[in-house]
């Protein structure tokens, strides 16, 4: 049998997961609907009720780990509702009382709130910036350094490998944040990571119809944790949604490659324009982030942050977009931007846009958002 740990990543991605073929029966198997399985005697086998285990789960999760650790035995996969599920199932099956944990200052919105439930369970977080490698400077004492990186909304990226080296040397578990990225712009396992953490609501299955999280590690005690958080929390994916984001796995290094390609070309185009500042892209030789991106991220993300004036010419510039909806999610094949301050959990300016890039031509795409600038001007 060939090695496939030397596919490339498009192979990869449409064999991810897949069982050995079996006659007249579907290459990918339809979803299994069960809250329980026929369980006569005693408990044995791995499947007996539905929110413990599901084998369209089992596929997807399988898929999942071929693409964060391709060819590392001992990693595992589990997923969940959401990528707030996600992250909380890590968070709280790791950490306790009198603990301290290190989170990113500017990462995604909700995280303040994670930050307030934690300290109301009497854990003590301590916050950083992500650019600069800053959450070095707070490690000293805690049990656990999350990760987000490139961060969201702002597209900064810290140095990961340098930060595990650093957290593991005081005994710190790490977990990263691999929405933006994806398995196909970065592996933080193979960085040294203990945990990736990712929603797959985003990139992921791409296609802004499903909501999925999932958490892969390489530490059977530790993800034994997890799973048991699953089990208490019951935040489970459903068999649909697992059988959707597994069927969209098989397009996922074409369209992340789109993506990236076309969001480079905008980067690029954005920089000529007077009117924006702020302007961020991994993938942009000159930003602030590209000499250690390059050195860990294999492709780098779908998302371009930038700024304009006001709030009312970000909302011209908005309401101008022809091909763009002004959507909160990233990462899927219909480009969507938002100006990001109407939430109100983000430090960012009000005339802040993410900009998610889809799957339109570039061309079509960068002429729309050209227009767009043009017009919000008058």
Not at 225 to 236: E, H, L, Q
Not at 244 to 253: E, G, M
Not at 318 to 326: P, Y
Request: glycine fraction near 10%.
């Amino acid at each position: 049998m060939s090695d496939s740990t030397k596919d490339g990543d498009g192979t990869r991605a449409v064999r991810a997961g897949l069982p050995e073929p079996v006659k007249n029966e579907p290459t990918l198997p339809g979803p299994v609907f069960a809250a329980h399985f026929h369980l006569p005697g005693e408990v044995a086998g791995p499947y007996s009720y539905g929110r413990d285990d599901n084998p369209t789960w089992t596929l997807l999760e399988r898929a999942i780990g071929e693409l964060e650790a391709p060819g590392r035995d001992g990693v595992e996969t589990l997923v969940f509702a959401s990528g707030m599920a996600a992250i909380s199932a890590v968070l709280f099956s790791q950490l306790r009382a009198g603990d301290t944990v290190v989170l990113p200052s500017d990462g995604y919105q909700v995280l303040p709130m994670v930050r307030a439930q934690l300290e109301a369970y009497g854990i003590e977080v301590r916050t950083a910036p992500t650019g600069g490698d800053a959450q070095l400077d707070v490690l000293d004492g805690a049990k656990l350094l999350w990760i987000e990186s490139p961060s969201n909304p702002g597209l900064d990226v810290c140095d990961i490998r340098r930060l595990v080296e650093a957290a593991h040397a005081r005994g710190a578990l790490v977990a990263v944040d691999n929405t933006l990225a994806t398995p196909l712009g970065q592996r933080p396992l193979e960085l040294g990571a203990d945990f990736s953490v990712a929603s797959g609501t985003k990139q992921l299955t791409g296609h802004g119809d499903v909501l999925l999280g999932y958490v892969t590690g390489r530490d059977a005690e530790v993800m034994a944790a997890v799973r048991r958080w699953r089990k208490i929390v019951g935040a489970i994916s459903g068999p649909m949604e697992a059988w959707l984001a597994h069927r969209s796995i098989a397009t996922l290094q074409l369209r992340v490659d789109r993506q990236c390609a076309t969001a480079l070309v905008l980067a690029e185009a954005l920089r000529a324009r007077p009117e924006v500042s702020g302007l961020r892209y991994p993938g942009l030789p000159d930003d602030p982030s590209h000499k250690i991106a390059s050195q860990q991220m294999r492709r780098y993300g779908s998302v371009v942050s930038f700024t304009l004036p006001t709030r009312a010419r970000a909302e011209r510039f908005l309401e101008s977009l022809r091909l763009v909806e002004d959507a909160t999610s990233f990462g899927g094949v219909r480009s969507t931007a938002e100006r990001r301050r109407r939430w109100g959990g983000d430090a960012v300016p009000e005339g802040f846009i993410r900009f998610s890039v889809g799957a339109e031509d570039a061309e079509d795409l960068v002429a729309d958002v050209l227009r767009a600038l043009d017009e919000s001007a008058q």
